[in-house]
């Protein structure tokens, strides 16, 4: 797959902020549902489907947000707080078995969910001027809201293994044209 050469295509220079723009809608569509989205889901399978060139759709993500939502403090985390899912899903092998990949990869996502507000909170306190204390009761507040998004990362991440099935087949067919 064109994917392991490390020049972008011109069809990735144009799907791959595609998907930037496709996970923004995503999120806006899903905010009816409190710290429910696909994100999670999205970048593992663009990771593991395009590797590094996946940092393309999460910084189109991210700077989406600042420029539509506005800056603020909340959108400071938004810089890495992907990049830290990204990482994790480059460091597991590449042949991984098909059985371990379809739990592997949901648990990562869910993971992710669940530790959300940890890995927010050291931005959070240097922003808030929050000492160790108020740093540990802010992520204490938030683990409800942790705790909803680690399922529904499970949840969505259970597509992980389809959307990666469908995005190599797109990729043989854009081949073999």
Not at 12 to 21: A, D, K, Q, R
Not at 50 to 74: D, M
Not at 99 to 115: D, E, I, R, S, T
């Amino acid at each position: 797959m064109s994917t392991r050469n490390s020049r972008l295509t011109v069809f990735e220079l144009v799907l791959l902020p595609i998907f930037g723009v496709l996970m923004y809608v995503s999120k806006l569509l899903m905010e009816f549902l409190p710290n429910i989205h696909l994100l999670a889901m999205f970048i593992t399978v663009f990771t593991l489907t395009y590797r590094w060139k996946a940092l393309i759709p999460i910084y189109v993500y991210v700077f989406l947000l600042l420029f539509i939502s506005g800056f603020s403090l909340w959108w400071v985390p938004n810089l890495y707080t992907w990049t830290v899912l990204w990482g994790i899903v480059m460091l597991f092998p590449r042949r991984m078995p098909r059985k371990w990949q379809a739990v592997v990869y949901p648990v990562v996502c869910a993971l992710h969910g669940f530790a959300y507000g940890i890995i927010c909170a050291p931005t959070q306190a240097l922003l808030y001027d929050l000492d160790w204390r108020g740093m540990v009761a802010w992520i204490a507040a938030g683990i409800p809201f942790d705790a909803i998004h680690g399922v529904g990362n499970l949840l969505t991440g259970l597509l992980v293994l389809p959307l990666v099935d469908l995005l190599k087949r797109l990729h043989k067919t854009v081949q073999k044209s």
